[in-house]
């Protein structure tokens, strides 16, 4: 958990003064003012306002576009009322300003240029430096301007996800090549994941140093992974992004798809909130991560087009079962598909201020 020493260093640093918020609080394992609430890919597709910004702009344009950024990533704030705004951002951001030949194909996902299979290709891959930083940053000092007491979610790929695009070549279904790496090759896995956990620490560093209020380490990709191998091949390396955090006084949150049977070696990686997809249920979350960490999630993206009765039931639920956490942060099990219902939203944040944290 994120200590009061670390709130007052963080303080001294002249960081907003967000310690009430309800977002913070339920990271810290405090009783919040009410539950907070924010949903994964809140500013997106879903909203027809972001869609009318995004119509002749490319992802990674917006993403490194401080105007666009700053207004997208307050689209679901104004009309939500949501507890978090989160830097609009993507996965491959930090890759992409560092150098690395990445784009973001529509309909496919991440493409990189020249996949990652050799030592030789990892040490061509260039180091992320802060300055390449500055169209987030930048961004995020506009948004600090803008948000009032909302805090501000800072944003990466963890090291296994980033590793998987690179390795690849792109998504990929079966992970083949990168789960061959890691065994046939691990000196180049090695050299590999150290390279992106210091790219992945240096890209959320800068957001905290430009005034973020938290973060959350993001690992798309690790469910397809053993315990074992979790532990062997992926764990020192998010480790090594989240405890290069320690001390700065912000609430590291960490979160992966189908990571049920990885929730308690998430838990020793670093974070303060562990991030829970929907097919766990909190309590059950809290029992594996020791009882020691406050737990995000974790409605089912679905269930948001089910009918208002059935989504009322499945949130009821979630809140009590978070209630046997430390703390609760509640969101979705995963994104916000691109098909819901924003009114839906609306009325979900609504309902789960209604409730007792």
Wanted: hydrophobic share 45%; aromatic share 6%; net charge negative.
């Amino acid at each position: 958990m994120v200590s009061n020493s670390a709130t007052a260093d963080s303080a001294l640093l002249g960081r907003r003064d967000l310690h009430a918020a309800p977002l913070l609080a339920a990271a810290r394992g405090d009783t919040p003012a009410h539950l907070p609430v924010w949903f994964m890919r809140q500013a997106g597709r879903s909203l027809p306002e972001y869609r009318a910004l995004r119509t002749d702009t490319g992802m990674l344009q917006a993403c490194l576009t401080p105007d666009l950024t700053c207004e997208i990533t307050l689209q679901p704030v104004r009309r939500h009322g949501v507890d978090a705004a989160i830097l609009f951002s993507d996965i491959v951001v930090p890759l992409h300003v560092a150098g690395v030949g990445v784009d973001i194909v529509p309909g496919t996902g991440p493409v990189v240029a020249h996949p990652v299979r050799t030592l030789a290709d990892v040490e061509r891959l260039p180091p992320l430096h802060v300055e390449q930083v500055a169209p987030v940053t930048d961004a995020i000092a506009q948004l600090l301007r803008e948000l009032g007491d909302t805090p501000l979610i800072g944003f990466a790929g963890a090291p296994f996800t980033l590793a998987s695009y690179l390795v690849e070549g792109g998504p990929s279904r079966n992970h083949e090549r990168t789960k061959a790496l890691m065994r046939s090759a691990p000196d180049v896995w090695r050299a590999l994941m150290e390279r992106l956990a210091d790219t992945a620490a240096v890209f959320l560093r800068a957001q905290v140093d430009a005034g973020v209020d938290a973060v959350q380490l993001f690992d798309s990709w690790a469910g397809v992974l053993s315990e074992r191998d979790y532990r062997q091949y992926v764990l020192p390396y998010s480790s090594r992004v989240l405890q290069g955090l320690d001390g700065v006084g912000v609430p590291r949150i960490h979160f992966g798809v189908g990571t049920g049977e990885l929730l308690g070696a998430m838990a020793e990686a670093g974070a303060d909130v562990v991030g829970v997809d929907w097919r766990v249920p909190l309590d059950e979350a809290a029992r594996r991560t020791g009882g020691t960490h406050a737990v995000q999630g974790n409605l089912d993206p679905a269930v948001l087009f089910a009918d208002r009765a059935s989504i009322e039931a499945e949130v009821r639920r979630i809140v009590a079962e978070g209630r046997r956490a430390p703390g609760h942060v509640f969101n979705l099990g995963h994104g916000v598909l691109p098909e819901t219902d924003p009114d839906v939203l609306t009325r979900l944040v609504e309902l789960v201020h209604s409730l007792a944290p």
